[in-house]
């Protein structure tokens, strides 16, 4: 190697740590490059902690330099000849001698089209260019890195493999895009990983969690992992071609809400993982009768205490658990034993962490810089910019990620009135209205039914679920028809008022009757489903069963009888863990649920009746077949306040129709006389004060003859026995399993 030149070589080493230029293409410096001065190939290279770095002609196997150090710290350059050649670079460290792939030395890693649209925010499977990927590039084994940064000055990958030194791999911008890339020659996966950023202004930020890490490091650690997605093969066909079927506003769906954390803790109070719950939460879930599982936010998310509502990573199933193959596994022993998976998604928020979202690149990339628009008052939280293209690709992207990626079958779509309102939960001077005065985020409503369009275009089968507690009109409507697009809607309405109904003592109960009859008026103006979640069993609000009042026979016959109320009442249902076997204590994510109780008898009744419930609903296609139509639902008794009770009938289509009757005062009712339609036997399918559910065991005796005797503007009639805060179902058809009431 030529001495010449040299003097030039450092002067451009030293340049280079303050020309802002040379940060964003670092591949405008380091690597081989023709330098005119020297009139022959320089190769440069940074590499603190090195002791002495070689060039490796690779078509001859021969060492063709010796890179002379260049003063400044880990800075080596040198000419190399005047033609240029394949190489690689001979490290010797105090560790030894190695040879290694020059990063600097690759062609850039994304193609034209991917940037276009990911620029345009159309890119569909975004995740697949950015974010880390094990692969192979140009013959070379590594990692691709590529992150959206477009106002840092500098981006580097930082990990164990270069000591956390953001010098040793700086990124190239493709400013069309405003994407920074890398591809690293030698890493694998299991490395952990983040982005070091510099501002405009040249300030380091906090390191960076990758935006598309697939896997991360158990919290409290932030680091992203390097994963791969293509190990898992999955076994869930038979399922995925009956999912449409299974999933329609016809079918049975009957949903166990889950926190994973705490349904069930193994020895020391750890988490069981995704294989052992598979283990021991799948059969139960399927012995109960549920259809469905939804759990709470498994994206990552760095504190327990948010149950997984403000998460950082999107795109990682929480570690919590295991790998990403574990939640495959997970998910697929749900399809295989016939239960659809939903998962709680989280679009409207994202946590103030350092190391996540905000501030991302040091300016407001991801959430509005106004607080009036970018920041959550009730949960201090920040706002996604629904108006730039970008941020809602990452977002649609990450909503088909879960759907494609792991086989899940539905999102349950949070805080969904927080996204379209401006004005939610802040004073008049709080906000900033919309283009026409209005208090509508039209930016939120447009992604949303971007949403639901890309779900129902791309994912056969697959549904989505709005959490909306609003009048918003057309939830789950066809964008074509002017709605949002959902499949369904949690009927927040209904929890309350009902609830609210059930918390008053018996006597007082005439007096808001109507709290249980008012749902049945906009009852099929959605596709509903009768949410029973995790939200009313915290802050204080006890469990269901501390919600019912009187002594312990009055709780436990009330809640049996809401229960009935609910399961035969039109829509779908969602129950939260727990509260099918009348957990005691308020839900609390750091400790097991107390299974212990299911050797109480009443305890161990609500959870048969919760069984036979999810039976009767499946069985029977009366009870659901017209769950979100008018001509499922018929009143017979609405009006009946001073005896608090309420009658009415389901229809199926070739069925007969099912007759219901809920009763909420403590006092037995002889004789109580019920119109039916047409003459027969009516059996008794349910009646919640069974002893077999720790009731007292009034009932009919099986069933009750129809007479001539017109009521409730039908042309026949049944007398019943309606016992003490029970609900009794009854019709011409199947008969309940294993026991009969008096």
Not at 24 to 37: E, L, N, Q, S, W
Not at 411 to 418: I, M
Not at 699 to 726: K, L, M, R
Request: charged share 20%; proline share 6%.
């Amino acid at each position: 190697m030529k001495a010449v030149g040299n003097d030039v070589l450092t002067a451009r080493a030293v340049d280079m740590q303050t020309n802002k230029n040379w940060e964003i293409d670092p591949f405008a410096v380091r690597g081989m490059h023709f330098d005119k001065a020297a009139n022959e190939y320089v190769v440069r290279t940074f590499m603190p902690r090195v002791q002495r770095v070689e060039v490796v002609d690779i078509l001859h196997n021969k060492i063709v330099a010796d890179l002379p150090s260049q003063g400044a710290d880990g800075w080596f350059a040198g000419t190399v000849g005047e033609h240029e050649f394949p190489y690689r670079l001979r490290i010797t460290t105090e560790h030894g001698v190695a040879e290694i792939e020059d990063p600097y030395c690759l062609p850039m890693l994304l193609g034209e089209l991917d940037l276009h649209l990911l620029a345009e925010g159309t890119h569909r499977q975004a995740w697949e260019k950015l974010g880390a990927h094990p692969c192979e590039f140009e013959g070379v084994a590594g990692v691709s890195f590529a992150v959206w940064a477009p106002n840092a000055s500098r981006v580097s990958v930082v990990g164990d493999f270069n000591q956390w030194d953001g010098r040793c791999h700086p990124m190239r911008l493709r400013i069309e895009a405003g994407i920074w890339e890398l591809f690293i020659p030698g890493l694998a996966e299991g490395l952990h990983y983040k982005y070091e950023l510099k501002t405009n202004n040249g300030d380091l930020l906090p390191l960076k969690s990758d935006p598309f890490a697939f896997a991360c490091e158990i919290p409290p650690k932030t680091a992203a992992v390097v994963h791969r997605l293509d190990t898992f093969r999955w076994q869930d066909d038979d399922w995925m071609r009956k999912r449409a079927k299974n999933q329609s506003r016809h079918a049975p769906i009957s949903i166990y809400e889950v926190h994973l954390g705490s349904w069930q803790r193994g020895p020391d109070n750890r988490y069981l993982s995704y294989h052992e719950l598979a283990e021991e939460l799948i059969p139960y879930v399927r012995n109960m009768g549920f259809t469905h599982l939804q759990l709470l936010p498994v994206s990552e998310h760095p504190f327990d205490g948010s149950w997984g509502y403000q998460p950082i990573g999107l795109y990682a199933p929480t570690s919590r658990f295991g790998s990403p193959e574990d939640f495959c596994y997970f998910v697929n022993a749900c399809h295989r034993a016939g239960l659809g998976v939903i998962i709680d998604w989280v679009p409207g928020h994202f946590p103030t962490d350092e190391h996540g979202l905000a501030q991302f690149d040091g300016t407001h990339l991801y959430e509005h810089a106004d607080p009036r628009q970018g920041f959550h008052q009730d949960w201090n939280t920040l706002i996604y910019n629904y108006g730039r293209n970008e941020v809602v690709n990452f977002l649609l992207n990450n909503a088909l990620f879960w759907l494609k990626q792991y086989h899940i079958d539905g999102l349950r779509v949070d805080a969904v009135a927080s996204m379209l309102y401006l004005d939610y939960s802040r004073e008049e001077s709080e906000w900033i209205p919309n283009e026409y005065g209005g208090n509508e985020n039209l930016e939120a409503v447009s992604f949303l039914k971007r949403l639901n369009e890309a779900v129902y275009g791309e994912c056969p089968g697959a549904i989505t679920i709005a959490e909306e507690s609003t009048a918003w009109p057309g939830v789950s409507q066809p964008t074509w028809l002017g709605g949002l697009g959902f499949g369904f809607k949690w009927n927040m309405g209904w929890m309350h008022d009902t609830l609210d109904y059930m918390k008053h003592e018996p006597i007082h109960r005439q007096y808001h009757h109507h709290d249980m009859t008012f749902g049945l008026l906009y009852a099929f103006s959605e596709n509903f489903i009768l949410p029973l979640s995790h939200d009313e069993v915290v802050h204080g609000k006890g469990s269901m069963i501390s919600r019912m009042p009187g002594d312990a026979w009055q709780q436990f016959a009330s809640l049996r009888a809401y229960f009935g109320f609910m399961w035969m009442h039109p829509g779908k249902k969602l129950l939260f863990m727990g509260s099918e076997f009348a957990h005691g204590l308020e839900w609390h994510h750091d400790r097991s649920l107390d299974w212990d109780l299911l050797e109480i008898h009443w305890h161990a009744g609500v959870q048969r009746l919760i069984k036979d419930l999810n039976w009767l609903y499946n069985e029977l296609p009366t009870l659901h077949q017209h769950d979100c139509e008018p001509q499922g639902f018929e009143w017979l008794k609405a009006n009946e306040s001073s005896e608090s009770a309420y009658a009415w009938m389901r229809h199926g289509q070739d069925n007969p129709p099912v007759i219901i009757v809920s009763h909420f005062t403590p006092i037995v009712r002889e004789s109580y006389r019920v119109g039916v339609p047409a003459l027969g036997f009516y059996h008794e399918k349910l009646n919640t004060d069974a002893e077999y559910y720790g009731g007292s065991n009034v009932g009919n005796q099986g069933g009750v003859p129809a007479e001539h005797v017109p009521c409730d503007g039908q042309p026949y009639s049944i007398a019943i026995v309606a016992a003490a805060a029970g609900v009794v179902g009854l019709d011409g058809g199947l008969v309940l399993r294993r026991h009969l009431v008096r």
